[in-house]
């Protein structure tokens, strides 16, 4: 609210770009709709929110905002966005490369434009484009970057957790964010173990759609070691710790985040073998 009423040093129209953090500001969202504010628009950048969420719910309601929803792109959008790309540059992709890439690839598209045209780069000259060529190049888009602070959480190795989690807290990110991803990452493996009883991990992990073919050994272990009950107990741990994250100052919630990352490491790392 003191951003969107303060006045432009150099007049004009200004723009405010709100990103969510850990705190609920609704509230803030609920009071800008209700003032009087000229010369700024009021960008806010949110998650997927459910109908009923307060922020969601203001912003429907208001007739002084607007809410754009972007959907992430689906398994064929992407198969669309490569060859389309790839035919704008003169090439092809071999159909086996391009589901590699596409399962490399998430909803965002300009991250995923942006790795269509550094391989259609790397290949230029060639008129077909083909699975070495993906492997050499492409990046697990699709996962998140904290995916090797989760592997490493669940595979035991807690050397690695306490330094992938040093880093991303010196680069800023959210201590909540970081639980909220490995709790996604619990849930898909207690589900994949349940639904796959009397599977071996291998074919366990055959079947976890939209696995990124660099972590599939590492999946593999962390199913290999992990019962159905010891996943639903670090699920629970993952739930009261994004709980008391949200409820925390940001020093303290940094403790909860790593403690929890790192309980899960040492219980990981009893389970071996």
């Known amino acids: 609210m003191d951003e969107a009423g303060t ?7 200004r723009s405010i770009w709100v990103r969510p953090g850990s705190r609920n500001y609704a509230p803030a969202v609920d009071a800008a709709l209700k003032a009087e504010i000229a010369g700024a628009r009021i960008v806010v950048e949110a998650g997927d929110l459910a109908k009923s969420a307060p922020l969601r719910t203001l912003c429907e309601k208001s007739t002084r905002a607007l809410a754009l929803p972007c959907y992430a792109d689906d398994e064929r959008a992407l198969a669309e966005l490569i060859d389309r790309t790839l035919q704008e540059n003169g090439q092809r992709i071999a159909r086996e490369a391009r589901d590699i890439l596409a399962m490399s690839l998430g909803g965002d598209r300009r991250a995923s434009l942006s790795e269509i045209e550094k391989l259609a780069l790397y290949a ?32 035991g190795r807690g050397e690695e957790v306490e330094r992938d989690y040093r880093r991303f807290r010196h680069e800023g990110m959210d201590p909540s964010m970081m639980l909220g991803s490995a709790l996604r990452h619990a849930l898909t493996l207690l589900s994949t173990r349940i639904t796959g009883e009397g599977q071996s991990p291998s074919m366990m992990v055959g ?16 199913l290999g070691r992990w019962s159905p009950v010891a996943l639903r107990h670090a699920v629970q741990l993952l739930q009261e710790a994004v709980l008391a994250c949200r409820r925390a100052q940001p020093d303290l919630a940094h403790a909860h985040a790593s403690a929890t990352l790192l309980r899960i490491a040492t219980e990981a790392a009893r389970r071996r073998g």
Do not use: P, Y
């Open 124 to 155: 230029r000259g060639q008129t077909e484009i083909t699975l070495d060529d993906v492997e050499a190049v492409i990046s697990d888009v699709a996962g998140s970057v904290l995916n090797t602070l989760i592997d490493a959480a669940f595979v």
């Open 7 to 13: 006045v432009g040093l150099f007049g004009g129209q």
């Open 207 to 222: 079947n976890w759609r939209g696995l990124h073919f660099r972590r599939k050994a590492i999946v593999e272990a962390q």
